[in-house]
């Protein structure tokens, strides 16, 4: 049922579209590689001789696309990656697309210090520079909106996002918390997606992929957008079904997955209307993962997680040099939903932000604002026995949050100096302090930061333990980076993350929850070579880490260098190789180093080694078929079927979850609209 | 399959780059096209037809074969004709020297000096040999080098809009 009204919306959406013909059209100088590659070859003739050159200069290559590209999600101010006082990766459309990505696990995984490990629930989580950051120590933003749940403050890979409608994913590989707060202990994933401007057009793209045994995914994304005047519209919405796995689960008895059982839906809606000093998001998203409990007898359950974000944002321009930006935001959560369960939670949060930007002169800026959000959360459940921290069926608690950021140019180096203070009504005060060392020169450039991060305990964790005190985490990080030639960057970082007081969740038998342990962390390096010419592009990277002062018996390996379920070894190498105008072939490497597992039935823990996944993929663009622009490809995901799984990265006594098989995809995208 | 064989065959697609991209031959064809506009030849050497020879093997030619299907220069039709040698070279507006027969092209085009022909060539360094027109990769980016001594030497007149948009050597 659901998918017909998806059908009938997508009609709709076919039927009533028309591009209205006042469309601006992209200037030369700002038009994308993208765009260039579609121009046709009568566009190409009639173009002036100056542009065409403009253009030819363009489509060639050069690593500054990248380098030049600017972003702010590591600083107030927009700065180019150099600039940028955190440990920056981006990825942009065409790599995504290019690779094959069948959702954010492929495209995170080729970023230095990202795994995925198992929880629990059929939930894959996230890993950041070999600490277990499931719960609320990555923020994910999707269009300025917070996607982790306000329960726990958990991300839900895997068949979750869709890929194809991403513009660019900005990537802060430590800690964001002066900048966005206490779930971005140690990473933010900042991910963009297209604007009005970007589309001009209908984009319908549908997913297949078949896994050895089963079905992998079936994927429909639909994005209309157009832009007039300085009207910004953009719809896009999607609609997924797949499977975690194909494979045998050794839990206490054996169980095949190709059976059902690790089956996801992913719903998803997202509408965005700006103009030039206004701004709306509303995003809807329903997401749900299946999973099996077995003992002697096995039983399947499906654990859905909404999430409804939307944001009302006005930029107000006092003076050439103060902006004001207020900006009201709600969002409502209810993870882990499961039939009938009695912790059954929404969870709703009223956020109010006042933000000032102002640049004293060129080499002086200055931004600070507040922040003040409540969180309001019920038992959903009528005949519910749960309650709050509390002790009541519903809880309300507020945070009120002020920060202030200044990023001062010398001569000499490039300060940024700046922290935020949180005051929550029942777990008190945090604070995340930050300075950051920066220098570029032409080919070279260094930062060198201190920051102070927390993560703020979820509604979840003071259920279980309301004396529970936010994790506050100190990161050292040192980078050096090298523009070799115009096509060709090499950075390296050493990091050093010590957590304090982390947040952990127990489980002796009748004794479990969440509390604050000692302390644990990691240290480490990592590598990037980054190259891009007119044949294409291509990137390397290498990153290595060890556990830090950990005394976390929850994630100790005994006698090893590792933290439970992390790899300290991990190579990522990805290249788009344009073999003519129309196809791009795109092979990636991925190599997972040795791991350890938990114990689960006995007190061993036991190594996992490490594998090689090698994803290919064919991508056919600037195709044409009566005059509708069509793209499409085929590739398959772990060619050499490596079935790497997802290990759980705790003492949670759980056998690894497997991952897919060697799965085949096809892809197909047809454009409509002018 | 091991992990070492599976690397060294996916490593073999990062380190084998002989991935010409025939988007630099599209761009070529057109950037000629655009170069008939800022160019006069003499009239007395008006022909029904302008002539493109191109000597030497390249994707350039299919490139300008879809181009004359499309488009006139002067309100001419364009033809594309092939050669190997020079040393009977037939009449013809613009020579293309493709890559690899640009080495010692300095005595044939001497030869070929007030005859009106204007030489391309896609090799660095090529407008010393005496190319009007050379085609250059620059950080990746296609380009074209400008020799306006040689454009003298054929005796063919250039715009200055056109020296503008190339890099000029002498």
């Not at chain 1, 601006?24 to 065409?52: C, G, H, W």
């Not at chain 1, 939930?123 to 923020?139: D, P, S, T």
């Not at chain 1, 169980?255 to 509303?282: C, E, M, P, V």
């Not at chain 1, 959000?373 to 949050?401: C, H, I, P, Q, W």
Request: glycine share 8%.
């Amino acid at each position: 049922m659901k998918r017909i009204t998806y059908l009938l919306f997508v009609l709709l959406i076919l039927c009533s579209y028309q591009l209205s013909a006042q469309e601006d059209k992209t200037p030369v100088s700002e038009m994308t590689r993208e765009q260039i590659l579609n121009l046709s070859y009568e566009e190409l003739l009639a173009l002036p001789f100056e542009d065409l050159v403009l253009l030819a200069q363009k489509l060639g290559i050069s690593i500054d696309e990248l380098l030049k590209m600017k972003t702010t999600v590591a600083s107030t101010s927009s700065l180019t990656p150099r600039e940028s006082p955190g440990i920056i990766s981006i990825i942009t459309n065409e790599e995504i697309k290019n690779m094959g990505a069948r959702d954010l696990i492929d495209v995170l995984r080729t970023v230095p210090g990202i795994n995925f490990g198992y929880d629990n629930y059929g939930v894959i989580g996230i890993q950041m520079r070999g600490n277990w950051a499931h719960e609320g120590k990555v923020l994910l933003v999707i269009d300025g909106q917070e996607f982790n749940d306000l329960k726990y403050n958990t991300l839900q890979f895997g068949r979750h996002f869709d890929v194809n409608q991403i513009k660019r994913i900005e990537i802060i590989r430590g800690p964001g918390s002066a900048l966005y707060g206490g779930n971005a202990e140690l990473g933010v994933i900042n991910i963009i997606t297209y604007m009005g401007e970007d589309l001009k057009k209908v984009q319908l793209t549908g997913s297949y992929g078949q896994m050895t045994k089963s079905m992998g995914h079936e994927d429909l994304s639909l994005a209309a957008g157009t832009k007039i005047h300085d009207w910004d519209v953009s719809l896009k919405s999607f609609l997924s079904k797949g499977n975690h796995t194909d494979l045998i689960y050794n839990s206490d008895t054996l169980y095949d997955f190709s059976n059902g059982g690790a089956g996801t839906q992913a719903i998803n809606f997202n509408l965005g209307i700006k103009n030039k000093n206004f701004g709306f998001r509303a995003i809807y998203d329903n997401y749900s993962s299946d999973y099996a409990y077995c003992d002697s007898l096995i039983y399947t359950f499906t654990d859905y997680y909404k999430t409804f974000a939307t944001e009302l944002i006005y930029n107000w321009h006092i003076t050439k040099k103060l902006v004001i930006t207020p900006k009201v935001n709600y969002r409502q959560s209810i993870p882990y939903w499961e039939e009938g369960f009695d912790r059954n939670t929404a969870i709703s949060r009223y956020t109010g932000n006042i933000i000032a930007n102002y640049e004293v002169n060129k080499n002086i800026s200055i931004t600070g604002g507040v922040d003040y959000f409540t969180d309001y959360g019920k038992m959903t459940e009528n005949d519910s026995t749960s309650l709050f921290a509390n002790g009541k069926r519903t809880v309300s608690y507020n945070t009120l949050s002020a920060f202030v950021e200044s990023t001062i140019k010398t001569s000499i180096v490039n300060f940024v100096v700046g922290g935020r203070y949180d005051q929550h009504n029942e777990f008190g005060q945090a604070f995340a302090p930050r300075i950051g060392l920066t220098k570029m020169w032409d080919k070279l450039h260094f930062k060198l930061l201190y920051s102070g991060a927390f993560r703020s305990p979820s509604v979840g964790n003071l259920v279980f333990n309301a004396d529970i005190n936010p994790e506050k985490t100190t990161v050292l990080e040192l980078e050096a980076g090298l523009k070799l030639n115009n096509n060709m960057f090499l950075t390296a970082n050493v990091f050093d993350i010590w957590i304090k007081d982390p947040i952990v969740w127990y489980d002796y038998g009748n004794d479990y929850g969440y509390r604050n342990e000692d302390e644990t962390g990691s240290l480490g390096f990592e590598l990037e070579y980054k190259m891009k010419y007119n044949w294409g592009y291509a990137s390397v990277n290498y990153s290595f880490n060890q556990k830090n002062q950990n005394s976390v018996l929850d994630y100790e390996v005994p006698g090893r260098k590792n933290l439970i379920g992390a790899p300290m070894n991990k190579i990522s190498a990805n290249g788009g190789f344009y073999l003519n105008r129309h196809i791009c072939f795109n092979p990636t490497l991925i190599y997972i180093g040795k791991s350890y597992m938990g114990p689960v039935n006995d007190t061993l823990f036991n190594k996992v080694d490490g594998k090689l996944l090698v994803n290919c993929f064919i991508n056919f663009s600037n195709y044409r078929i009566s005059k509708i622009p069509v793209e499409f490809g085929f590739g398959v995901s772990d060619l050499f079927n490596q079935q790497y799984p997802f290990i759980q990265p705790y003492l949670g006594y759980t056998n690894p979850y497997p991952g897919p098989s060697r799965e085949f995809t096809f892809r197909l995208a047809i454009s409509f609209g002018k | 399959m091991s992990n070492i064989k599976c690397f060294l065959f996916i490593l073999f697609f990062f380190i084998y780059k002989p991935f010409v991209v025939a988007q630099d031959d599209k761009y070529k064809s057109i950037f000629i096209y655009n170069f008939t506009k800022l160019i006069e030849w003499p009239a007395d050497k008006q022909t029904d037809e302008f002539i493109i020879t191109v000597y030497g093997n390249s994707g350039i030619t299919s490139e300008l074969q879809a181009l004359s299907m499309k488009m006139k220069i002067n309100n001419k039709p364009i033809v594309i004709k092939q050669t190997s040698s020079l040393v009977q070279l037939p009449p013809t507006q613009i020579l293309y020297v493709c890559k690899d027969k640009t080495t010692d092209l300095s005595t044939a085009l001497n030869d070929l000096a007030k005859k009106n022909i204007l030489v391309i060539t896609e090799k660095p360094m090529a407008c010393k040999s005496g190319a009007s027109l050379n085609f250059i990769t620059k950080n990746g980016s296609l380009g074209f080098e400008i020799s306006p001594s040689n454009f003298d030497k054929s005796g063919l007149k250039v715009n200055a809009q056109l020296l503008s948009l190339g890099t000029v050597v002498n």
